[in-house]
T-cell receptor, first 114, second 113 residues
Framework: DSGVTQTPKHLITATGQRVTLRCSPR?????VYWYQQSLDQGLQFLIQ???????AKGNILERFSAQQFPDLHSELNLSSLELGDSALYFC?????????????FGPGTRLTVT | DQQVKQNSPSLSVQEGRISILNCDYT??????FLWYKKYPAEGPTFLIS?????DKNEDGRFTVFLNKSAKHLSLHIVPSQPGDSAVYFC????????????FGKGTTLSVSS
């Protein structure tokens, strides 16, 4: 158990809909990262928050947004969903904001868009 | 364009033998490299890392080698155990510049007893 929790575990929704994925980081970790893993793809970095502020942005679509709340949990919002958004979404946390800090991953949320 | 490549999607090894997983990168500015292991239905877990100032880092059965001139790193597992069967991801970053980790697509290792 990494100490990072993600809810829900599975999500099935239709095209055009909007969903929210939730992540609670390990106790004491200030950074939260979101990754997408599609079929045959590695982990694609989406976005990082550090202590409530956006720190880095990767290949995140405009239809996607995220935020980190004062209690440090984070939510990833996916809207106008398309079939291609079906993927595993991982959240990770680390104590610092640099990539040299070990990242601890949650178990992921599997999103299926039908 | 993939900056981190794991060209072997899968590798099969017998228990007790050496497993060698390879990773190539294209960005010469990368200065920090990591390996993560992932079991089904779980998130990736950190395995071992190496800074660009070193060419080898060892942790128990796991050793990572870095060849900067070839832009290549490898993970050696000796001896391999059935519990090592998992997907292994290579990742890299410009740690000093504060960039995010770039992951490869992974290599599935199967260790048979």
């Amino acid at each position: 158990d990494s100490g990072v929790t993600q809810t829900p575990k599975h999500l099935i929704t239709a095209t055009g809909q909007r969903v929210t994925l939730r992540c609670s980081p390990r106790s004491g970790d200030l950074s939260v990262y979101w990754y997408q893993q599609s079929l045959d793809q590695g982990l694609q970095f989406l976005i990082q928050y550090y202590n409530g502020e956006e720190r880095a942005k990767g290949n995140i679509l405009e239809r996607f947004s995220a935020q980190q709340f004062p209690d440090l949990h984070s939510e990833l919002n996916l809207s106008s969903l398309e079939l291609g958004d079906s993927a595993l979404y991982f959240c990770a946390s680390s104590v610092g904001h640099l990539s040299s800090y070990e990242q601890y991953f949650g178990p992921g949320t599997r999103l299926t868009v039908t | 364009d993939q900056q981190v490549k794991q060209n072997s999607p899968s590798l099969s090894v017998q228990e007790g033998r050496i497993s060698i997983l390879n990773c190539d990168y294209t960005n010469s500015m990368f200065d920090y490299f990591l390996w993560y292991k992932k079991y089904p239905a779980e998130g990736p877990t950190f395995l071992i890392s190496i800074s660009s100032i070193k060419d080898k880092n060892e942790d128990g059965r796991f050793t990572v080698f870095l060849n900067k001139s070839a832009k290549h790193l490898s993970l050696h597992i000796v001896p391999s155990q059935p519990g090592d069967s998992a997907v292994y991801f290579c990742a890299a970053s410009e740690a000093q510049a504060g960039t995010a980790l770039i992951f490869g697509k992974g290599t599935t290792l199967s260790v048979s007893s």
